[in-house]
């Protein structure tokens, strides 16, 4: 059973950074498609970045474009979430998921179709 922990989260003030970490046991595909997703307390779940592992291409929801960067390090099984210039309405538990086709395969706008998750991890934002 593949499982996904994400790490990273905590309290920050407007403005600032954070970086979401999502380590994942070993893949037995060599490719697959790995998003970030959040939720806010009493909000539906919302896609904010996808990274397909084949070519490496990234997706955005318009909201984080410029402020938040998804990358990968394959030789630690991570894939990490920057997050700059945080706002107040970035607080959210935040997830990992994956997939095994591509970030255009899934509706990334609520993640539906991912096959695996995490458990999330918190970001809170003080203005």
């Known amino acids: 059973q593949l499982q996904l922990v994400e790490s990273g989260g905590g309290l920050v003030q407007a403005g600032g950074s954070l970086r979401l970490s999502c380590a994942i046991s070993?893949?037995?595909?060599?490719?697959?498609?790995i998003g970030w997703f959040r939720q806010a307390p009493g909000k539906g779940r919302e896609g904010v970045a996808c990274l397909d592992s084949a070519d490496g291409r990234t997706s955005y929801v318009d909201s984080v474009k410029g402020r938040f960067t998804i990358s990968r390090d394959s030789t630690k099984n991570t894939v990490y979430l920057q997050m700059n210039i945080l706002k107040p309405e970035d607080a959210a538990t935040y997830y990992c998921?994956?997939?095994?086709?591509?970030?255009?395969?899934?509706?990334?706008?609520?993640?539906?179709?991912?096959?695996?998750w995490g458990k999330g991890t918190l970001v809170s934002v003080a203005s």
């Open positions: 070993s893949f037995t595909v060599d490719y697959y498609a």
């Open positions: 998921a994956t997939g095994f086709g591509r970030c255009g395969d899934y509706d990334l706008s609520t993640g539906n179709g991912m096959d695996y």
